[in-house]
């Protein structure tokens, strides 16, 4: 199994910018399609974007298109999420998730990750 860890949440005003890490360990992640998910108080969890294994294939929520990138370095075990000009609206708890490369089906989904994070609050202040 893979075990996640996320961290470099925090708080940030409007505007500002925060970089997301999650570190892998117990198995490489390049044979894990990666996504990052986040969860607000009272809302369900979705899918922020996902990243295939190889990185060719990346796909992001509308909500955040133009402002998160997603990247992964296998060599670190790492995958990163920067958010930038960020809104109240993103304040929420984020999760790195995994899910094998032979398990075909919708990241869009969050039911389709079958390992996550423990998550990391990002509080974004207007």
């Known amino acids: 199994q893979v075990q996640l860890v996320e961290s470099g949440g925090g708080l940030v005003q409007t505007g500002g910018s925060l970089r997301l890490s999650c570190e892998a360990s117990?198995?490489?992640?390049?044979?894990?399609?990666l996504g990052w998910l986040r969860q607000a108080p009272g809302q369900e969890r979705e899918v922020v974007g996902y990243?295939?294994?190889?990185?060719?294939?990346?796909r992001y929520v509308d909500s955040v298109k133009g402002r998160f990138a997603i990247t992964r370095d296998n060599a670190k075990n790492t995958v990163y999420l920067q958010m930038n000009s960020l809104k109240p609206e993103d304040t929420a708890v984020y999760y790195c998730?995994?899910?094998?490369?032979?398990?075909?089906?919708?990241?869009?989904?969050?039911?389709?990750?079958?390992?996550w994070g423990q998550g990391t609050q990002v509080t974004v202040s207007s």
């Open positions: 998730a995994a899910d094998h490369w032979s398990h075909p089906g919708d990241y869009s989904a969050p039911s389709k990750y079958d390992y």
């Open positions: 117990g198995r490489a992640i390049s044979d894990y399609h």
């Open positions: 990243i295939s294994r190889n990185g060719i294939i990346i």
